[in-house]
């Protein structure tokens, strides 16, 4: 768990929930900074990922139990009511947490995220999960000698090291679980919070990266524009924005965070207006930009 904001107490506290396979610090370390000058920042790493608590073997990894992990953690810190804001899968988690915990949550912000990730031709975040037989890989990993699933991990960080990772990142990537991760995506690819997105009834940012080849625009748009009253920060950039444009990424979180709080310092963009469903292509600086319409594939 990371305490940025520790020492602003009487902020507004957003929890930051971070993306599957990722962690709190490999997701959120450039808006920690940023965030911190205006709100009580927490960030926490999700079960089975980095350190953050196992889940159970029988029960196995579950969206819901990361969304009560979420008011959990508010209560030991004595937060009250808060801002989830979520990243990708942390977007699901950031949902359920409204859902299952409405009098806890007084606005939400989501970035690269969805209401679903199925039915897309798109290598989407929980393809290779979609499969119900890797709940079977999953509970057999965590039935294997503590080497075996030492040596998963060890492949887990081999692969980051060639594709030019940092130290410290591939630390954090080294304490993953390998059969949480493979739960996790499961549970991903099996996420719709289409039946009940559209009772959100707190402010609600919706960051959107345009250029997303895992969640695709189209999807991010049609989020935003189920949850009534939502307002939307484009970002371009792709599904890894948060570390490859950090400057950009940092300040529409700031901006969707200070929206959602009820502290805006500049009119976003109402998600309503104007044909907004498609992939996207705006810079963020432009607030009124029209993205091409979306194709067939996005559901």
């Known amino acids: 768990m990371i305490d940025v904001g520790e020492g602003r107490p009487d902020a507004p506290a957003i929890v930051l929930l ?37 889940p159970e073997s029988r029960r196995g990894f579950r969206l819901e139990d990361c969304a009560d992990d979420v008011v959990a953690l508010a209560d030991v810190l004595e937060l009250g ?25 007084n606005g939400l912000v989501l970035c690269a995220t969805s209401r679903n990730f199925r039915g897309t031709e798109r290598p989407m975040i ?34 980051r090291r060639m594709l030019g990772m940092p130290a410290w990142a591939i630390e954090e990537v080294s304490r993953n679980d390998p059969a949480s991760l493979l739960d996790a995506g499961r549970c991903l690819a099996a996420f719709s919070s ?39 920060w484009p ?7 948060c570390v490859a444009a950090p400057s950009i990424f940092a300040t529409a979180v700031v901006d969707a965070c200070q ?3 009820g502290r805006a310092v ?31 594939s996005e559901h």
């Open 18 to 54: 971070h993306g599957w396979t990722a962690t709190a610090a490999l997701n959120w370390v450039y808006c920690f900074e940023p965030l911190a000058e205006h709100f009580r920042v927490v960030a926490l790493d999700q079960r089975g990922h980095g350190r953050g608590i196992r």
């Open 81 to 105: 009511s808060i801002i989830p804001v979520g990243y990708s899968m942390g977007g699901p988690v950031a949902q359920l947490t409204w859902q299952r915990h409405r009098d806890r949550v």
């Open 126 to 159: 929980a393809r290779a999960a979609i499969s119900g037989g890797l709940t079977g890989v999953a509970a057999a990993l965590r039935t294997l000698p503590q080497p075996v699933r030492r040596a998963a991990r060890a492949g887990i960080v081999r692969r």
């Open 194 to 232: 289409a039946d009940w997105i559209g009772e959100v009834d707190v402010p609600t940012g919706v960051v959107i990266t345009t250029r997303d080849r895992i969640v695709p625009p189209g999807r991010q748009y049609k989020l935003a524009h189920a949850i009534p009253g939502a307002s939307i």
């Open 235 to 241: 970002v371009e950039g792709d599904h890894d924005v």
């Open 259 to 261: 929206w959602a709080s």
């Open 266 to 296: 500049s009119a976003p963009l109402p998600a309503a207006r104007g044909d907004l469903s498609g992939r996207g292509g705006a810079p963020a600086s432009v607030r009124g930009a029209r993205p091409p319409a979306p194709s067939a």
